[in-house]
């Protein structure tokens, strides 16, 4: 296992609508490791594929950040069919550091996924685990939590976002 770089706004990989996984190969396992060694290394309770500059759809959740190996989800081609309720809470993202704004997000969801095998799945998932489910999968269509903002908390974010531009600019 290895830890990869963490791709921060304005990478443009982060705007990418994710190919499916189509082989289920060591590849992919490797992959997953990886990904999960660097979520855990960023305390990050979430990492999505294109986040270390892979266009798959494959992410990880886990919401006790490292706490607990047990309820680590590797989740391959995730698919929400529906939907409950609604909830505003906080949110950050490891590719935009040092921002966080509360963001409605369903509070309860029902999904579809694949394991590394290939194997189909589906789970319910609620509060946090949802949350970071949606938050996750927006990565793979090249979404980030700062688009679902509006108003003045938007304008609090892109000034945020500019100041990364300005800085990747320089770097
Ligand atoms: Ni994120």
Same mark, same amino acid.
């Given at each position: 296992?290895? /830890? ?7 990478? =443009?990989?982060?705007?990418?609508? #994710? =190919?499916?996984?189509?082989?289920? &190969?060591?590849?992919?396992?490797? /992959?997953?490791?990886?990904? !999960? ?12 594929? =294109?986040?270390?500059? $892979? ?7 886990? =919401? ?8 680590? %989800? ?12 609604? &909830? @505003? $809470?906080?949110?950050? #993202? %490891? ?9 409605? @997000? ?13 194997? *189909? ?5 609620? &509060? ?5 489910? #949606? ?7 090249? !979404? ?8 003045? %908390?938007?304008? @609090? ?5 500019? @100041? ?6 320089? *770097?």
């Amino acid at each position: 296992m290895s /830890l990869r770089p963490i791709r921060l706004y304005p990478d =443009p990989i982060l705007r990418v609508r #994710c =190919p499916e996984v189509t082989s289920f &190969d060591d590849g992919l396992r490797r /992959l997953a490791a990886d990904m !999960i060694e660097t979520m855990h290394a960023a305390v990050g309770v979430g990492l999505a594929a =294109p986040q270390i500059g $892979v266009e798959t759809r494959l992410m990880v959740v886990d =919401p006790s950040a490292g706490e607990d190996a047990n309820v680590v %989800l590797t989740l391959v081609n995730p698919v929400i069919d529906t939907e409950d309720g609604s &909830d @505003r $809470v906080a949110e950050g #993202c %490891l590719s935009i550091p040092g921002f966080t704004e509360k963001v409605d @997000r369903p509070a309860k969801i029902h999904v579809h996924a694949q394991n590394l095998e290939g194997e *189909a799945f589906e789970f319910v998932a609620e &509060d946090l685990l949802a949350r970071v489910t #949606c938050h996750e999968l927006d990565h793979l269509n090249g !979404i980030l939590f700062v688009d679902h903002l509006n108003g003045l %908390l938007r304008e @609090r974010a892109q000034r945020h976002l500019r @100041r990364m531009r300005e800085e990747a600019r320089l *770097a």
